[in-house]
T-cell receptor
């Protein structure tokens, strides 16, 4: 079945540091890929997405590129802020299956 | 738009009690899902639906029932609550085409 593997956390960075959170996936067919963010006490929010190979999703300074050859969708940000502290989830969705598969989440803490 | 509305936000049950977690969306989404979130285990799919009258089991369906009589509503029923069902429950809705899911703010359930 489909699966998503994220780098284990937690990740602690200083403000303005470069962020990478690794995500790899296993799926049949050609899924869409997503990153969601969860702030404390809240539900998940869609951060960015990519629907086909070589697509780059971007939002709020975050980026991720759909790499079919390496089955990866790594999340990057050039300069993190304290407000980026949250849990980040990588996910995939078979476009017609009506459900998504999530990674275990990576907790990011950014210190001033 | 209200998006995805979950009620209640908090609930304490005694072992053996039953209850229904409510979920409603106003975006005319075909797909709806229930997940549970436990520390260190990410999100696990309980049940999902691809349209009114159609439901299917996810990864961890035991002890839960669902029905989807309308596009808007997707209630989750706990038949006989057990301490292992203590968790945070999230409802999500989405549509085909790789657009991602919209999540509710969650229900924090404690079974004593």
């Amino acid at each position: 079945g489909d699966s998503v593997t994220q780098m284990e956390g937690p990740v602690t960075l200083s403000e303005e540091a470069f962020l990478t959170i690794n995500c790899t996936y296993t799926a049949t067919g050609y899924p869409s890929l997503f990153w969601y963010v969860q702030y404390p006490g809240e539900g998940l929010q869609l951060l960015l997405k990519a629907t086909k190979a070589d697509d780059k999703g971007s939002n709020k300074g975050f980026e991720a590129t759909y790499r079919k050859e390496t089955t990866s969708f790594h999340l990057e940000k050039g300069s993190v802020q304290v407000s980026d502290s949250a849990v980040y989830f990588c996910a995939l969705s078979d476009n017609n299956a009506g459900k998504s598969t999530f990674g275990d989440g990576t907790t990011l803490t950014v210190k001033p | 738009n209200a998006g995805v509305t979950q009620t209640p936000k908090f609930q304490v049950l005694k072992t053996g009690q039953s209850m229904t977690l409510q979920c409603a969306q106003d975006m005319n989404h075909e797909y709806m899902s229930w997940y549970r979130q436990d520390p260190g285990m990410g999100l696990r799919l309980i049940h999902y639906s691809v349209g009114a009258g159609i439901t299917d089991q996810g990864e961890v369906p035991n002890g839960y029932n669902v029905s989807r009589s309308t596009t808007e509503d997707f209630p989750l029923r706990l038949l006989s609550a057990a301490p292992s069902q203590t968790s945070v429950y999230f409802c999500a809705s989405g549509s085909e085409g790789g657009r991602g899911y919209t999540f509710g703010s969650g229900t924090r359930l404690t079974v004593v």
